[in-house]
């Protein structure tokens, strides 16, 4: 498994997800509905190009993450900015490949690149209450629980609540 830029060649992929039921289940592929068409998977790669490359982008910088003994993209991690030194990170595994520690080595690789290679003080995850899937991640991935995030929903003016995981300077366990 590894960690490398989308291409444009992932739009084969991304639409075969979008058109396979249940392909998309968990949202593991943001702004993405079922049945999305090609330009619109097209869309997507070219706005994570865009994060990287400090353009208007709606999800920010993400890498994809490729089997290379299998079809290429089977997840994604994400990026945003969160602070000075500060970043999180959002991951997503296709649903067929689940379960077999995908999205834990993503989230260790893409932790130790930011934090060695990139001088990040700190990643954290913010993970829903109820996704005890994405909790056990974290915690094989090195991260520790650091309390709870609010945030506004604008459309409606609610807000949700997140549990918040991090890693500091000396990286993943």
């Known amino acids: 498994m590894s960690l490398r830029l989308p291409s444009f060649r992932d739009a084969r992929t991304i639409l075969s997800y979008a058109q396979a039921e249940g392909g998309l289940d968990g949202t593991w592929l943001p702004t993405l509905a079922p049945g999305a068409p090609k330009t619109r998977c097209q869309w997507l790669i070219q706005d994570w190009l865009n994060g990287w490359a400090g353009q208007e982008s709606h999800n920010g910088p993400a890498l994809v ?24 990170l959002s991951y997503g595994i296709a649903p067929g490949w689940r379960g077999r520690g995908l999205a834990t080595r993503a989230a260790r ?55 918040r995981y991090v890693v500091g300077p000396s990286g993943p366990d």
């Open 65 to 88: 993450v490729d089997l290379r003994d299998g079809p290429g993209l089977v997840g994604v991690v994400g990026f945003g900015a969160t602070g000075p030194g500060r970043v999180e």
């Open 109 to 163: 690789l893409a932790t130790r690149w930011l934090v060695e290679e990139r001088g990040i003080r700190e990643v954290e995850l913010r993970i829903g209450r109820r996704n005890l899937a994405s909790h056990r991640v974290a915690v094989k991935a090195g991260f520790r629980p650091a309390g709870r995030v609010r945030s506004p929903v604008e459309a409606t003016g609610e807000t949700y609540e997140d549990l």
